[in-house]
């Protein structure tokens, strides 16, 4: 079953840290874009930080400087490294992948990707 599972979330005072992990149920992983998105109540999904298929990488301009995305590609396994958090950074957080389509640079367009994950919810307090 090709799927795409979350883990990680929590609740964490501003200033903290917190790493997200998506393991991916994918027969092809190294070559495919991958990314992170987030939703926070009332707002419209925006990507946060995305990976290709050359480890290159994009950041959302609200998470530059603060997190950091990476992948294993052995384990299938992508992560999201977030420091200094905000209580602007509250939402839940989802994995994505952009399967069977051309794959450079990342892309931070939430129409880009085809896979989705079930999200994981982040909550920083002030």
């Known amino acids: 079953q090709v799927q795409l599972v979350e883990s990680g979330g929590g609740s964490v005072q501003a200033g903290g840290s917190l790493r997200l992990s998506c393991v991916a149920s994918l027969r092809t992983y190294s070559s495919v874009c991958m990314g992170w998105f987030r939703q926070a109540p009332g707002k419209e999904r925006e990507g946060v930080a995305t990976?290709?298929?050359?480890?290159?990488?994009r950041y959302g301009d609200s998470v530059k400087g603060r997190f950091t995305i990476s992948k294993d590609n052995a384990k299938k396994t992508l992560f999201l490294q977030m420091n200094s958090l905000k209580p602007e950074d509250t939402a839940m957080y989802y994995c994505?992948?952009?399967?069977?389509?051309?794959?450079?640079?990342?892309?931070?367009?939430?129409?880009?990707?085809?896979?989705w994950g079930q999200g994981t919810q982040v909550t920083v307090s002030s």
């Open positions: 990976i290709d298929g050359d480890g290159r990488t």
């Open positions: 994505a992948a952009r399967l069977f389509q051309y794959c450079s640079g990342g892309y931070l367009g939430v129409g880009e990707y085809n896979l």
